[in-house]
């Protein structure tokens, strides 16, 4: 069994970051693969503000990390950088919390100016946490998102062709780690 885990790093829901995530998160979505999504706005402000690192609500998200081949991260981009809630929970994870994954970055934002914010704030944080296979982000401005009224999510034709390649190669990632640790594990 294959376990991705989707990280939504937006304040607010619905929101376009996470209807982006759980687009990926569908198109991955079939039988052996396991797919988790966690939205960082869930776990408790005073735990995050307070770096409350004990926290009972950081349990289960730690769980599904350290249990995860492949991690796609989300996040809206405010002030060309990601998000504090997602950096407070980022914060709190253990040091080498990412060795061994591969992390997908997807980032939204109002204008294409940010396009680099994940390069320059979200990446070296994620390489401080052991994260090695790091792919090229996607990035969509807002007006490529479109939430409909029932709820759907329509993304502009050049998104999600280009979300659509990157998934195929986080799943090659995916797949291939996966194996080199079996067989890293089988020789020894």
């Known amino acids: 069994m294959t376990h991705i885990l989707a990280i939504a790093g937006s304040p607010s829901h619905p929101s376009r970051t996470y209807a982006i995530l759980e687009h990926a998160a569908k198109t991955l979505s079939q039988p052996g693969i396991d797919i988790d999504i ?65 992390i997908l970055p997807i980032a939204t934002g109002g204008t294409i100016a940010h396009l680099l914010s994940v390069e320059y704030a979200l990446k070296p944080v994620l390489s401080e946490l052991g994260a090695r296979h790091i792919l090229s982000t996607v990035y969509a401005v807002d007006k490529q998102i479109q939430i409909l009224t029932d709820g759907s999510v329509q993304i502009d034709e050049e998104i999600n062709q280009r979300l659509q390649d990157v998934l195929k190669e986080f799943a090659l990632a995916v797949d291939y780690s996966q194996n080199q640790t079996k067989q890293l594990a089988h020789s020894n």
């Open 38 to 102: 966690i939205s960082v706005r869930d776990i408790p402000a005073e735990d995050l503000a307070y770096g409350r690192y004990d926290s009972a609500a950081l349990q289960k998200p730690k769980a599904l990390i350290e249990k995860a081949s492949g991690i796609i991260i989300a996040t809206p981009i405010y002030k060309a950088a990601y998000t504090g809630v997602l950096k407070a929970f980022l914060d709190l994870l253990p040091q080498k919390a990412f060795v061994g994954k591969v």
